[in-house]
């Protein structure tokens, strides 16, 4: 019987790379850029000043049962200014198509991502469901109230 938190990946092209732990003790898995022209040629991608691009990964993935996947930033993408676009994207457990991340350059330079760049990162989380049940009365709880934003001070 496989183990009940293997994340199972598919492989769109034997040439798109497996995500990786950078660490042994990293709970995000480094995905990469899968950035080939039709000859099989690596090529770059733009991500101009405040856009948003699409990246490939060239990887379906499929967590196992009870569970979802989050798309992170990576860190040092991020110190560049370049985010998930979605932050965190969620890729439910029975989406079966191309995992692609969607990168926000929030610079003011144009950003190039390259083939084979580490670009995301994938946390895997328990599914907690809930039910879902409208109330006609909203009691006033103690306390805060209807008090937002800075209502507790900086």
């Not at 856009?51 to 930033?73: D, E, F, N, W």
């Not at 709880?141 to 209807?146: D, T």
Request: aromatic share 6%; glycine share 10%; net charge positive.
């Amino acid at each position: 019987m496989p183990n009940p938190r293997t994340l199972q990946i598919f492989r769109k092209d034997p040439r798109a790379k497996l995500p990786i732990r950078s660490h042994d003790n990293a709970i995000g898995m480094d995905v990469h850029a899968f950035l080939l022209t039709e000859s099989g040629r690596p090529t770059t991608r733009a991500i101009h000043q405040k856009g948003t691009t699409a990246v490939p990964t060239g990887l379906v993935v499929r967590p196992p049962p009870g569970h979802y996947i989050q798309c992170c930033s990576r860190s040092g993408l991020a110190q560049k200014g370049i985010f998930v676009a979605n932050a965190p994207g969620i890729i439910d457990p029975d989406f079966t198509g191309e995992l692609i991340i969607l990168l926000f350059n929030g610079s003011w330079e144009t950003h190039y991502i390259t083939h084979e760049h580490r670009i995301a990162q994938l946390i895997l989380c328990p599914i907690i469901g809930c039910d879902i049940v409208e109330i006609k009365d909203l009691p006033i709880p103690q306390g805060r109230g209807e008090a937002g934003f800075g209502s507790s001070g900086l």
